[in-house]
């Protein structure tokens, strides 16, 4: 470049590279004139070392790699380490762990390099970085490994010419880094044709998993990143398919201790008394008879069924009927009534004798003794007017119930059962102190903790159990749920005033709804009165 001082008295000269040895002349364009020469980088430290990394090269003869830089006399010192590229068209360079290159005069001993066409080296000199291949052009390698994507495992398939140990590990790329995870698993490999398999779990699935393989005497491991597009519907089938069988499996199981417990409580009988001669009464009992027998196939005893009463007498049936089914493990319902109520105060009151010593024991309040002394004149003319089945069977249940108080203070095995919207339901609903230990149900409303207690009746024993009984306890609540849902409107059918909504009733287009309503009541109240049950098994006691 000519210049004129007098024009120009500064010149940017562009320097191809900022390297120490790098000068610039000077002189005049006249013959022999003196040239002046000037390095201006000589004594400064260069703010970074791309350029001297840029401008150097690297070769390797035998074992020993040799890095030529631009300078012969720079003393730059940069560190040296081996990494993985990920494919040949991709310029990202993984590095490995510990394996940092010591040199001596530039050169650097890689003798115990794994010397595979990716694993190249990385030069670092003040934050830059260049990374060289040197072993491109050997061609290849004494071992070779395949990645053979499995379910939830990574297969690697090894082979080598000589005898050695290989080692494996999951890694998580990201960028240029590939994080290790979970253990180091070794295996050793013989020298030969034959393939060697080496299994590595994975925990979880993402395109970023690769797996690190190294020779255990050689620097350097090479990175392996399957491509999982191909296999990961097969793999989200695979893993669908595993859960759907836990699935049905948990499923069957269930079912199986569902299908178990309802058939052991299914046995167990129920007896059903009946305590006024009602038509409202009568059919209310009915519809629970034939819901819980119907639906639930439970064994359900009630006086108006049985076939054998005429032949026994109606107090030995229903002694003998409750013996049995308390001896089974059941349950005795009375369907409560005012009735119901008046009889077991005369029996109260004839078994202590004195009407004075009903305050002394506490089973009637003074308000109470005066409602009782007025209603004994009611008692006796109704009394009268009850069937001949009815009256006896009530008494006899009373008397066994009575006798279940005095014996355990809790009348185990037996309930009181009241049904919503009949005639005088306050009457109805009204439970003597004595009796308020006894499980009351008030149906429908709680038909769901009758159906409980009728699959629990008879479990007492088992209560000792504790936390072992928590889930066949949580499952008989919920199966009870579910059939009280499913069973309230049929029961609901046979009561008085239930089963339709307020909203309908006022609607002109539910008239045909409350005349079927009607009439599928009327049916189930005759059908039970005229109904002789020959399938449920009877105890046949002989007086």
């Known amino acids: 470049m000519t210049i004129d001082p007098k024009l120009q008295p500064t010149v ?10 790098v000068c610039v002349q000077l002189w005049f364009p006249v013959p022999d004139s003196r040239r002046n020469t000037q390095c201006p980088l000589r004594e400064r430290a260069l703010p970074h070392g791309g350029d001297v990394l840029s401008s150097s090269s690297v070769t390797v003869r035998g074992s020993v790699l040799r890095w030529e830089p631009l300078c012969p006399a720079d003393q730059s010192d940069p560190s040296v380490s081996l990494c993985w590229r990920i494919s040949t068209q991709s310029s990202h360079c993984v590095p490995a762990p510990n394996t940092t290159l010591h040199k001596t005069k530039l050169e650097y001993n890689v003798s115990a390099v794994d010397r595979h066409p990716q694993m190249c080296v990385k030069f670092s000199l003040n934050g830059s970085h260049r990374v060289f291949c040197p072993f491109e052009s050997e061609g290849g390698s004494d071992w070779s490994v395949r990645v053979v994507p499995g379910s939830l495992h990574l297969h690697l398939l090894l082979s080598s010419s000589v005898s050695a140990w290989f080692s494996a590990q999951l890694c998580s790329r990201w960028g240029e880094m590939c994080s290790s995870q979970g253990s180091v698993i070794s295996q050793l490999v013989h020298g030969g044709a034959t393939e060697a398999q080496l299994s590595l779990p994975f925990p979880f699935l993402s395109s970023a998993l690769c797996v690190q393989v190294w020779r255990s005497d050689l620097y350097g491991r090479r990175i392996i990143c399957p491509d999982f597009t191909h296999r990961r519907w097969g793999l989200i089938t695979g ?5 759907l069988a836990v699935g049905t499996v948990l499923v069957s199981i269930t079912c199986y201790l569902l299908k178990r417990r309802t058939k052991v409580w299914l046995r167990r009988p129920m007896l059903l008394v009946c305590s006024s001669d009602d038509a409202a009464h009568i059919s209310a009992v009915c519809s629970l008879a034939s819901v819980l027998q119907g639906e ?9 069924w049985a076939s054998s009463l005429a032949q026994l007498g109606p107090v030995p049936w229903l002694y003998g009927q409750c013996q049995a089914v308390q001896k089974a493990g059941g349950l005795v319902l009375i369907a409560w009534s005012p009735d119901a109520l008046q009889a077991f105060l005369r029996l109260a009151k004839s078994d202590w004798g004195a009407g004075s010593q009903f305050s002394e024991t506490g089973l009637y309040s003074a308000a109470e003794e005066e409602e009782q002394k007025c ?8 009394a009268a007017e ?10 006899a249940a009373l008397c066994c119930l009575w006798t279940g108080l005095h014996s355990d203070g809790h009348a185990r095995g037996f309930g009181l059962v009241c049904f919503q919207n009949l005639n005088n339901s306050t009457s109805s609903t009204y439970i003597a102190k004595q009796l308020r230990c006894v499980p009351k149900y008030c149906l429908p409303k709680d038909l769901s903790s009758l159906i ?14 504790g936390s072992g009984r928590c889930w066949p306890r949580l499952l008989s609540k919920a199966m009870s749920f579910f059939m009280s849902r499913q069973l309230a409107p049929r029961l609901e059918a046979g009561l008085p005033g239930t089963g339709l909504p307020q909203s309908s009733r006022k609607s002109v287009k539910s008239k ?5 309503h009607k009439k599928r009541r009327s049916k189930v109240v005759s059908a039970c ?3 002789k049950k020959n399938s449920a098994p009877e105890l046949l006691v002989k007086s």
């Open 296 to 304: 639930l196939s439970m064994d359900v005893r009630l006086a108006q």
């Open 375 to 382: 209603c004994d004149g009611e008692w006796m003319e109704k």
């Open 529 to 531: 009165l005229s109904r």
């Open 452 to 465: 409980h207690d009728l699959t629990d009746s008879g479990d007492g024993a088992g209560e000792a159990q």
């Open 12 to 21: 940017d000269l562009r320097l191809p590279n900022l390297v120490p040895c």
């Open 386 to 395: 009850l069937s001949s089945i009815t009256a006896p069977v009530l008494n």
């Open 239 to 243: 893993s669908a398919l595993t859960l």
């Open 512 to 516: 045909r709804k409350i005349w079927r």
